[in-house]
T-cell receptor, first 112, second 112 residues
Framework: DGGITQSPKYLFRKEGQNVTLSCEQN?????MYWYRQDPGQGLRLIYY???????QKGDIAEGYSVSREKKESFPLTVTSAQKNPTAFYLC???????????FGSGTRLTVV | SQQGEEDPQALSIQEGENATMNCSYK?????LQWYRQNSGRGLVHLIL?????REKHSGRLRVTLDTSKKSSSLLITASRAADTASYFC????????????FGTGTRLAVRP
């Protein structure tokens, strides 16, 4: 079945540590997105990529980095520069925005 | 920045009743989409309505769009306990490029 897979489901980060969240899709979608969701809040865009080897900052890119070396993969690194990383992270993909997004099941990151 | 604002923030109804959620936005859009999110999960695309459309149906869902008022409504008829979730509107703005901006969501609880 086609879909989008995020891993791990839960992730714990120590202070000062970088962590990488995985996002893989087999839908042949060109565009991929990373959103952050805080409790009771909407989604805020971190980074997005419309084509391989190209990506743009979203509204809250500081403290995060991404790469898009393959069409299927769009990993997100939460760096130590991100001061408040505890949140629920959602990855999505789409053919174009006119067709709606397909979301992964999310990664819950907690700083310990 | 968040383009859409849903109203109400929370809604509790009895099974079998209809649920209506509203979304207001600020700038001109190409299309507006509605998504559902079950607790701790990713979002699921429900329906997309284009800026030149006024109403759209999908099963028990009815979406209206009033571009003059910059608002949309989502009606769920004959609600079921399984409809309990958060519902988000998302807009594709003419100025935002190929990405969606999500609202803050309405939490719907359907009592059996």
């Amino acid at each position: 079945d086609g879909g989008i897979t995020q891993s791990p489901k839960y992730l714990f980060r120590k202070e000062g540590q970088n962590v990488t969240l995985s996002c893989e899709q087999n839908l042949n979608h060109d565009a991929m997105y990373w959103y952050r969701q805080d409790p009771g809040q909407g989604l805020r865009l971190i980074y997005y990529s419309q084509i391989v080897n190209d990506f743009q900052k979203g509204d809250i890119a500081e403290g995060y980095s991404v790469s898009r070396e393959k069409k299927e993969s769009f990993p997100l690194t939460v760096t130590s520069a991100q001061k408040n990383p505890t949140a629920f992270y959602l990855c999505a993909s789409s053919l174009t925005v006119n067709y709606g997004y397909t979301f992964g099941s999310g990664t819950r990151l907690t700083v310990v | 920045s968040q383009q859409g604002e849903e109203d109400p923030q929370a809604l509790s109804i009895q099974e079998g009743e209809n649920a209506t959620m509203n979304c207001s936005y600020k700038t001109s859009i190409n299309n507006l989409q509605w998504y559902r999110q079950n607790s701790g999960r990713g979002l699921v695309h429900l329906i997309l309505i284009r800026s030149n459309e006024r109403e759209k149906h999908s099963g028990r869902l009815r979406v209206t769009l009033d571009t003059s008022k910059k608002s949309s409504s989502l009606l769920i008829t004959a609600s079921r306990a399984a409809d309990t979730a958060s519902y988000f509107c998302a807009t594709d703005c003419e100025s935002s490029g190929d990405k969606l901006t999500f609202g803050t969501g309405t939490r719907l609880a359907v009592r059996p």
